[in-house]
């Protein structure tokens, strides 16, 4: 089964970093692309940040510059730090694996960021 859970989310302030992650079953984890996404309350879910299965990554603009995707096909893990954050950054942030065409979410983990 394809899997994904994230953790790492929490109350910061203005400013500050926080570093999430995403820790998966790893079925066809190697191969695939990844992706962080956030949504708030309201609004339709956007994506974050990218990163291939060869090691591409992209940004949005709006992370672009803070935010740093990677992954760990050893772990099966994927991340995203994040730097100098920002109130509106707050979100709840979704691990996403796109597997042959298939996504696969995990339940997300809540970033809050106070100013």
């Known amino acids: 089964q394809v899997l994904l859970r994230e953790s790492g989310g929490g109350v910061v302030q203005a400013g500050g970093s926080l570093n999430i992650s995403c820790v998966t079953s790893?079925?066809?984890?190697?191969?695939?692309?990844l992706a962080w996404y956030r949504q708030v309350a309201g609004r339709q879910r956007e994506l974050v940040a990218a990163?291939?299965?060869?090691?591409?990554?992209r940004y949005a603009d709006a992370t672009k510059g803070r935010f740093t995707i990677s992954r760990d096909n050893v772990k099966n893990t994927l991340y995203l730090q994040m730097n100098s954050l920002k109130p509106e950054d707050t979100a709840v942030y979704y691990c996403?694996?796109?597997?042959?065409?298939?996504?696969?979410w995990g339940r997300g983990t809540l970033v809050t960021v106070s100013s």
């Open positions: 990163i291939t299965s060869g090691g591409s990554t």
């Open positions: 996403n694996q796109d597997y042959y065409g298939q996504n696969y």
């Open positions: 790893g079925v066809g984890f190697g191969r695939n692309n």
